[in-house]
């Protein structure tokens, strides 16, 4: 692994454990077991680590979730295999990271708007539009409506007012609402494959 490209996913790491505000240059310094200067050498101030380590971490999300689309046998499969990744991902992410995103590195926050606006909104109609086709989502739902409300489930749910990181832990909640998100927009059909992907039965 290439300096640079070390320094930006050690960064994350950190960034994502405790929180972008409370990881300094010299923590980062510390944790790739090299001088601040080599880092310097790369990158002029952490803003700039935050802005290039963001934009690495959604170019590999984007990479899975395309993976996903292409090896999935439908639409039901492809959700689950996001949730899976979800879980991965979110494992151990500290509540403050959209947080100080949002508020101290708004030039990387405008990579994620502009990530979230783009490229998650066409995975989301995509896979909308596939799952109507294949007869596992309803007919009659509003894929433009209901994307976008997927987009503010995303990022609503790092809202610490909506749920307070002392109360709820970021990836239950975010794998709870993309549960109800699924099983709201599914056919009949489709909530008979959810729950044979869930491994549960019910009664008709």
């Not at 490229?119 to 976008?148: H, W």
């Not at 599914?186 to 008979?192: E, I, Q, R, V």
């Amino acid at each position: 692994m290439e300096i640079k490209e070390k320094i930006l996913v050690e960064s994350f790491k950190l960034f994502l454990n405790r929180g972008i505000k409370s990881v300094s240059m010299d923590d980062i310094a510390l944790k790739l077991g090299a001088s601040k200067k080599t880092i310097y050498k790369w990158f002029q101030n952490k803003d700039e680590i935050v802005g290039a380590a963001l934009q690495a971490y959604l170019g590999d999300m984007n990479q899975d979730c395309q993976q996903f689309s292409v090896e999935a046998q439908n639409a039901v499969e492809e959700l689950f295999n996001i949730m899976g990744m979800m879980r991965k991902r979110l494992a151990g992410v500290h509540h403050s990271v959209f947080y100080d995103l949002q508020k101290y590195h708004p030039k990387a926050y405008q990579l994620w708007v502009d990530h979230k606006n783009n490229v998650l909104f066409q995975q989301i109609v995509a896979n909308l539009k596939r799952g109507i086709e294949e007869g596992l989502y309803r007919s009659d739902i509003d894929i433009e409506i209901l994307a976008r409300l997927r987009l503010l489930q995303t990022e609503h749910s790092f809202n610490p007012e909506f749920f307070p990181p002392d109360q709820f832990n970021m990836q239950k909640v975010q794998l709870a609402i993309l549960d109800h998100f699924m099983m709201g927009i599914a056919s009949l059909k489709g909530h008979k494959l959810i729950n044979k992907y869930k491994e549960v039965t019910e009664v008709e």
